[in-house]
């Protein structure tokens, strides 16, 4: 950089930094201006109700239920990104916040890592969130011997996810009406 581009930036800044106080001055005798917007109180609340993180040396995965009814699945593998989404209704959302938030949930040790690794083993992290913003958060692997408060919500969240990888075909493909006579169905 060179001496004369030195000296053009700095003009350029001292004459918006005079601009600013020619500004500020003009505007001294002027009674002080009201507030545009009036001030919000800031409370703590919780965007999502529960998100867990699996991490693996392949890439990650992520499930999170939303405080709104969303449910979000997100996969990262080799540089590809899959994304699932699925409103829950009402009801399911209230169950399952209000299943998360237990005390019993809140009592777990944050910290159940084994130690042990290998090589398609993944390590996890689970947040969870009670309505006020407190937070919880659980570590863990795949080798962990998980106390019964944590396998319920590891598996609460396996259901979740399984809403958005293994959906149910709607019932009306099995009304009576658009089944065969003597049509067998099997499940796998």
Same mark, same amino acid.
């Given at each position: 950089?060179? *001496? &004369?581009?030195? !000296?053009?930036? /700095? #003009?350029?800044?001292? @004459?918006?930094?005079?601009?600013?106080?020619?500004?500020?001055?003009?505007?001294?005798?002027?009674?002080?201006?009201?507030?545009? #917007? =009036?001030?919000?109180?800031?409370?703590?609340?919780?965007?999502?109700?529960?998100?867990?993180?699996? &991490?693996?040396?392949?890439? /990650?995965?992520?499930?999170?239920? @939303?405080?709104?009814?969303?449910?979000?699945? +997100? #996969?990262?593998?080799?540089? +590809?990104?899959?994304?699932?989404? +699925?409103? *829950?209704?009402?009801?399911?959302? =209230?169950? /399952?916040?209000? /299943?998360? !938030?237990?005390?019993?949930?809140?009592?777990?040790?944050?910290?159940?890592?084994?130690?042990?690794?290998?090589?398609?083993?993944? &390590?996890?992290?689970? =947040?969870?969130?009670?309505?006020?913003?407190?937070?919880?958060?659980?570590?863990?692997?795949?080798?962990?011997?998980? %106390?019964?408060?944590?396998?319920?919500?590891?598996?609460?969240?396996?259901?979740?996810?399984?809403?958005? =990888?293994?959906?149910?075909?709607?019932?009306?493909?099995?009304? %009576?009406?658009?089944?065969?006579?003597? &049509?067998?169905?099997?499940?796998?």
């Amino acid at each position: 950089m060179t *001496i &004369q581009a030195c !000296s053009g930036i /700095y #003009r350029k800044a001292a @004459f918006a930094l005079g601009c600013l106080l020619a500004a500020s001055l003009a505007r001294a005798g002027e009674p002080p201006a009201a507030p545009s #917007r =009036t001030p919000v109180a800031i409370t703590a609340s919780r965007t999502f109700c529960a998100e867990w993180v699996r &991490q693996s040396r392949e890439g /990650y995965e992520r499930v999170t239920l @939303f405080a709104d009814g969303n449910v979000v699945w +997100k #996969r990262s593998r080799d540089g +590809k990104d899959d994304v699932l989404r +699925k409103a *829950i209704p009402p009801d399911e959302l =209230t169950f /399952y916040c209000s /299943y998360f !938030s237990r005390p019993e949930v809140w009592s777990l040790s944050d910290n159940l890592r084994t130690g042990l690794s290998g090589e398609f083993s993944s &390590q996890s992290l689970l =947040t969870l969130v009670r309505e006020n913003g407190d937070r919880k958060t659980l570590r863990f692997d795949d080798m962990s011997p998980m %106390p019964g408060e944590a396998a319920a919500i590891r598996a609460a969240l396996e259901g979740l996810k399984s809403l958005l =990888t293994s959906p149910l075909a709607p019932a009306s493909r099995f009304a %009576p009406e658009a089944l065969a006579a003597g &049509q067998l169905l099997k499940r796998f």
